[in-house]
């Protein structure tokens, strides 16, 4: 750190994103919720020589041909459509936007949540979940704060109904309540459809996990174009070409390939069941996940422990340091043969404890 950092930056703990090992077919890498699938052929068949001679042109900045394909996709329109770099940036953009009531969010939920807090001087307050990891609704009306909820939750996978996301919204008329839909296509229902009846809804998602382009880095924000607009003025404050020219081409075509997007979501559903299962005969507790990962604990070995084993036998999972959830891994749903891999890894290395 130079001493001529910003004093408030100074004393920021910035979010540490998980391991990406440079060689990564070394590893079975379940650690970061990607897609254990290609993207689809259409967006990798896009990216052809033309499209890449046009790089010498900014893109662009409204990524008006995305715009309308999410638009379509979700029976809006593109007004109420922001293409961001990233879903990261349109949860920045909201704290940016939205920060200056103050923020309420779970205990346990996304890491960044408290950074982007912190980077943009919201005052924030951490609700506990439940002690079975739930939400309980009751902790988020009528707060007159921005609500950010990850629905499912990010590290639990756990997810609330339609109906009671709609409660928290409508309980909310004064502040804006940004539902974080980073993993609702592994059996959730978005909340998008809401954005007709309520104002002060914001629906973030991404085509990082379902959409298998974590690296092109796409995500949107859903809500009344007047929200849309606010989020854009900070967008035309920072980073006007925020989306690239071959990220949203690559997404355009991704999210036009609804036969694929299903074939993949079911896949990953299938597997998580198998998981989940293989896990709870190896003695694990493993929290309800309607995500592409789950979370998952036994008595007989710490999060941390269980970790470090797999490292060694080559297969990454998650393990995060916080209280609640130190005693757990999270494990990103691979294809049936790699949760094979890794649950027989496990059986090893809990025979070894005995
Ligand atoms: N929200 C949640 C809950 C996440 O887990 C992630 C991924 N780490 C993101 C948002 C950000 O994803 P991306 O920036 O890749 O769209």
Redesign the pocket.
Known sequence: MSIYLDKRLQSLTPYTPGEQPQSSEKFIKLN??ESPYFPSKYSLARINSAEKKKLRLYSDPESGELARAIAEYYGVTSENVMPVN????A?AFCFAAFGDKGAVFPDVT?G?YKVFAGLFDVKYTEIPLKKDFSVNVKDYLDKNKTVFL?NPN?QTGMYLPLAEIETIVSSNPKSVVVI?E??VDFGGVSAVKLIKHYKNLVV?Q???KSRSL?GA?V?FAVADKELIADLQRVKYSFNPYNVNRLSAALATEAIKDRKYFGACRKKIMSTREKLTAGLKELGFEVLPSKANFVLAQSDRISGGELYKKLKEKGVLVRHFSDKRIDNFVRITIGTDAQIKILLNKIKNIMEAQK
């Open positions: 970061t919720n990233g879903s990261d940036e949860l996304y960044f990850a990010a974080d980073a993993y973030v991404t085509f990082s974590a880095r995500g």
